[in-house]
């Protein structure tokens, strides 16, 4: 029995350490985490004020848009994209994308939506479905993220990875190289083009006050990254803000001087340990999937000033939290928050967010 145990032993860890693997992970030592017993990042239990909508009319309700009469749009796992009406909770089917709709804007000529599977899309007031793009620079989108719509009519939206699908996701947070894009879509001349490569996986889209430049959350780097617009640095890119206490996902600007950023989950520090070391998480990738770390159930949600500095936080944690948060969007005195896998929309007041 004892050499038999010995080969198993081995064979075990051969398998470990040499059995090829489809990721080419890369090197990156995050900073320290930023406290959370204090601080801006301060553990609170805000966000359990928060009610939910719609209950099982879908699960997933990832990204969120509003029309002028105050009417909720969200999509689904299923593919349906959705009007809600926050008062009565009446819900109408918009149309069914086939794919996988994700971040999505109101604009005048319909509802853009950034499906991770089929591109970025416009919704008519009728359901016609019109794909607006599927590639930049002959390199096709492989994971439309978010969208946010510029005053001159222009389309800012995000490609978390050009190297791996929705159905792949774990496959670029192993690899860690890189693959992201935020893209700009003109419908006036139909051109689109990479305004930014190289990000760790490019998530969330918001374009700031007047349309000086425009937000996208890298979720793999823990970071908020801008691209300027307008004015003496036009073309160029910096860190909005940086070492964030967990994974950003999408990001809103609110008109009143305040982005609100979701927050997927807090950051791992058995993962932060891995990202210097690429063998490391070769090993990790060979474990069997249900020996993956998973998040436990926990919401936050961060509002930003146009300076990058936090200036509220909200979280709340349990088996029953409205969890995870990978959207929030102010309408009026209320916000509402998206979620990629929970079966609702959440409600909260502004003020439950912001009170000192």
Do not use: C
Not at 192 to 204: I, K, P, R, S, Y
Not at 255 to 262: K, M
Not at 264 to 269: C, G, Q, T, V
């Amino acid at each position: 029995m004892k050499p038999l145990f010995v080969a198993v032993i081995a064979l075990l860890l051969a398998y470990l350490l040499f059995w090829p693997v489809p990721i080419s992970p890369q090197s990156w030592t995050p900073p320290d985490a930023p406290a959370t017993d204090a601080g801006p990042f301060a553990v609170n239990q805000r966000l359990k004020a928060a009610e939910v909508l719609a209950v099982d009319a879908g699960v997933g309700p990832e990204g969120l848009a509003f029309d002028d009469e105050g009417m909720l749009y969200t999509g689904y796992l299923d593919g349906r994209v959705v009007k809600l009406d926050p008062a009565s909770g009446a819900l109408t089917e918009l149309a069914n994308t086939g794919g996988r709709p994700l971040g999505m804007v109101m604009t005048e000529a319909g509802l853009v939506v950034a499906d991770a599977i089929n591109g970025l899309l416009r919704i008519a007031a009728d359901g016609t479905v019109t794909t607006l793009s599927t590639q930049s620079d002959a390199r096709p989108f492989r994971f439309v993220d978010d969208v946010d719509a510029a005053p001159d009519g222009r389309l800012y939206f995000s490609d978390a990875s050009y190297r791996y699908g929705a159905d792949q996701l774990m496959h670029d947070f192993f690899e860690h190289a890189g693959t992201g894009r935020l893209l700009r879509h003109d419908p006036a001349t139909g051109i689109t083009e990479t305004l930014v490569d190289g990000l760790h996986f490019a998530n969330g889209v918001a374009v700031g006050p007047n349309g000086d430049y425009v937000l996208v959350t890298e979720t793999g780097r823990y970071q908020v990254t801008r691209y300027w617009l307008n004015g003496p640095q036009s073309g160029t890119t910096d860190v909005f803000i940086d070492n964030l206490p967990g994974f950003p996902d999408n990001i809103s600007y609110d008109d009143d001087g305040r982005f609100w950023l979701a927050l997927y989950a807090p950051r791992d520090p058995v993962l932060d340990l891995t990202l210097p070391q690429p063998w490391l998480r070769k090993v990790l990738f060979r474990l069997p999937q249900w020996m993956h770390p998973e998040p436990k159930p926990y919401a936050a949600i961060v509002a930003l000033d146009t300076e990058g500095r936090v200036v509220a936080n909200a979280q709340a944690s349990g088996p029953d939290v409205f969890a995870p948060v990978t959207s929030v969007k102010r309408q009026g005195d209320a916000l509402y928050l998206g979620s990629l896998s929970y079966p609702g929309v959440a409600r909260l007041p502004v003020s439950a967010v912001t009170a000192d």
